[in-house]
């Protein structure tokens, strides 16, 4: 296992384009992957517009130009080769990311640290595809990236300690605090405890006792959440939290059917919860 250098990102989407951008921040070269063109494009113009914001909030005391000139589109998977660290972060399908890691690591040197963002499928069915699972982990960012310090590192069957103290140091480096999650876990640790709370929350909802506005503000005010339930979903999709729903067990409560049923998959559609402008800010009735 060398040096982090060049970090390989697979996925240009939500996460994929935050953890791009937090390792070029943090000075690594980044080479991002998508299998669609313009998801790319989206990517690199999002990531611009965030440092831009992040400066104007005075967050970020860098030069946009500089960590954007660090990043660098892949149009293929090969182009990935020379990488000492690739994260995948493609759609929560098991075999989705099970065909993408089959031919990732034809790809990478026998050496390169794979890691997969997944929220919630088990290690285990990932780092099968994966030669040599020691260098397999899996790192669970936590979307904005560029704003949430939390990564969940996620221990497959195989891997050593040498690759979690890897990803210990280089989650350290693009700024944020890592956990370890030692055992097979559905929904890890942090959301485990969370689709706790959610679900009471979606009951709560159901039978008419509060709005999502009312049980936001009251976790946000009473238990110090940065955000509530409702938003916490519609940020990080109505469809994601349906597919870790099932993987922990539950079919998706009634309302999050429906929700998917309509296409409200929260703040990317516009409309989950609650409404969203173009500028993807709440719309307060
Ligand atoms: N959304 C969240 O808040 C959140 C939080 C933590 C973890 N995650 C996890 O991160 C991963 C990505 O989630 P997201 O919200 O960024 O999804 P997304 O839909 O925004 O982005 C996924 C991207 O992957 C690309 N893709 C799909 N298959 C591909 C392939 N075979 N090769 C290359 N690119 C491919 C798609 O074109 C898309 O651009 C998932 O595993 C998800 O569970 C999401």
């Known amino acids: 296992m060398s040096v982090i250098r060049k970090v390989g990102v ?5 996460m994929g384009t935050g953890i791009a951008q937090v390792s070029a921040t943090a000075g690594y070269e980044v080479l991002l992957h998508d299998s669609r063109a313009e998801a790319m494009e989206k990517s690199l113009s999002k990531m611009r517009s965030s440092l831009d ?3 104007a909030k005075g967050t970020f005391g860098g030069n946009t130009d500089e960590v954007m000139a660090r990043v660098r589109k892949a149009e293929t998977l090969k182009e990935l080769a020379g990488c000492d660290l690739v ?7 098991v075999s989705v990311k099970q065909e993408l890691l089959e031919e990732l690591v034809k790809v990478v040197r026998p050496d390169a640290l794979v890691s997969s963002n997944t929220s919630s499928i088990p290690m285990e069915s990932l780092s099968e595809k994966v030669p040599n699972p020691q260098r397999f982990i899996g790192t ?6 560029p704003l949430m310090a939390l990564v969940e590192l996620v221990l497959g069957p195989e891997t050593s300690e040498a690759t979690l103290e890897a990803a ?5 480096s693009v700024g944020k605090t890592p956990v370890v999650v030692r055992k097979p876990s559905p929904g890890f640790l942090v959301n485990r405890i969370f689709f706790a709370a959610a679900l009471e929350a979606l009951r709560c909802l159901s039978e ?3 709005t999502p506005e009312d049980i936001d503000a009251g976790m946000r005010l009473g238990y110090g959440w940065a955000a509530g339930p409702f938003e916490v979903m519609d940020g990080a999709g109505v469809d994601v939290m349906a597919a870790v ?3 922990l067990g539950f079919d998706p409560p009634q309302q999050v059917q429906e929700m998917l049923e309509k ?12 409404e969203y402008g173009p500028d993807g800010k709440k719309i307060i009735k």
């Open 263 to 274: 296409g409200w998959l929260g703040r990317k559609t516009g409309r989950g919860f609650y």
């Open 140 to 145: 669970h960012f936590f979307g904005p990236v």
């Open 10 to 14: 697979v996925g240009a989407g939500f």
């Open 87 to 93: 994260i995948e972060a493609v759609y929560e399908s």
């Open 208 to 210: 008419g006792i509060a």
């Open 53 to 55: 914001k992040l400066k």
């Open 168 to 172: 210990k140091a280089f989650a350290r």
């Open 245 to 247: 729903f099932m993987v």
